[in-house]
């Protein structure tokens, strides 16, 4: 690879991974995200057909941990074949399309986040921009897959409900089809961790 060529192609990973406006600065002015995100420029500038991530978010402040996941998910894009180490199980079924389950070097289960999720009970709590009328939660308990509803403050309910990423997505245009103004749909945890406590018993994680 020529020398131009090698500046050319460091030139489109450092804005792969949103760092070519900092390009001339030394690396010991950089915060821990950007160090991070140099780092997979770095493994990057080779064109690799495999890109190994152990703990990529590991340290980082909110928003470094959502850049480093932003870049990710473009990746996944490309023809990169990505294998991410992590223990953030919430960030795995975010960025990833499969998942092994490891414990103690042997493998429990692997298959797509999404057969995974299917079936597992998941509460979410959602806040809204007006209190809910009792039309409004009457029709959201009716919606199909919800098991329970819980008003716990004026502007908040908590649900229950069995699926996967795509059951959450017909429940929360089911709610808003209600008319109910949803500011924040938040699962309480991610249904990829009740898989993982399925297979490890407790004590052994």
Same mark, same amino acid.
Request: glycine share 6%.
């Given at each position: 690879?020529?020398? /131009?060529?090698?500046?050319?192609?460091?030139?489109?990973?450092? /804005?792969?991974?949103?760092?070519?406006?900092?390009?001339?600065?030394?690396?010991?002015?950089?915060?821990?995200?950007?160090?991070?995100?140099?780092?997979?420029?770095?493994? &990057?500038?080779?064109?690799?057909?495999?890109?190994?991530?152990?703990?990529?978010?590991?340290?980082?402040?909110?928003?470094?941990?959502? /850049?480093?996941?932003?870049?990710?998910?473009?990746?996944?894009?490309?023809?990169?074949?990505?294998?991410?180490?992590?223990?953030? &199980?919430?960030?795995?079924?975010?960025?990833?399309?499969?998942?092994?389950?490891?414990?103690?070097?042997?493998?429990? @289960?692997?298959?797509?986040?999404?057969?995974?999720?299917?079936?597992?009970?998941?509460?979410? @709590?959602?806040? @809204?921009?007006?209190?809910?009328?009792?039309?409004?939660? /009457?029709?959201?308990?009716?919606?199909?897959?919800?098991?329970?509803?819980?008003?716990?403050?004026?502007?908040?309910?908590?649900?229950?409900?069995?699926?996967?990423?795509?059951?959450?997505?017909?429940?929360?245009?089911?709610?808003?089809?209600?008319?109910?103004?949803?500011?924040?749909?938040?699962?309480?945890?991610?249904?990829?961790?009740?898989?993982?406590?399925?297979?490890?018993?407790?004590?052994?994680?």
């Amino acid at each position: 690879m020529s020398g /131009e060529a090698i500046v050319e192609r460091s030139h489109a990973v450092l /804005e792969q991974v949103k760092l070519l406006e900092v390009a001339d600065k030394r690396t010991g002015q950089f915060s821990k995200g950007m160090k991070q995100r140099l780092a997979i420029a770095q493994a &990057l500038l080779h064109e690799p057909s495999i890109l190994i991530l152990d703990e990529p978010t590991s340290g980082l402040d909110p928003r470094g941990m959502v /850049e480093v996941r932003d870049i990710i998910k473009g990746l996944i894009k490309t023809d990169i074949t990505i294998l991410m180490s992590s223990h953030l &199980l919430y960030e795995v079924q975010e960025v990833c399309d499969k998942v092994a389950i490891i414990d103690r070097g042997v493998l429990l @289960t692997y298959d797509s986040v999404k057969n995974l999720s299917a079936g597992q009970d998941v509460t979410v @709590t959602i806040t @809204t921009l007006d209190p809910i009328t009792r039309p409004e939660f /009457e029709a959201i308990k009716a919606l199909k897959d919800v098991t329970s509803v819980k008003r716990t403050e004026t502007l908040a309910l908590k649900l229950s409900f069995s699926g996967g990423p795509e059951t959450q997505f017909h429940v929360l245009r089911g709610i808003l089809n209600t008319g109910v103004k949803v500011v924040s749909y938040m699962p309480q945890r991610a249904a990829i961790e009740d898989v993982y406590l399925q297979f490890v018993p407790e004590g052994e994680a």
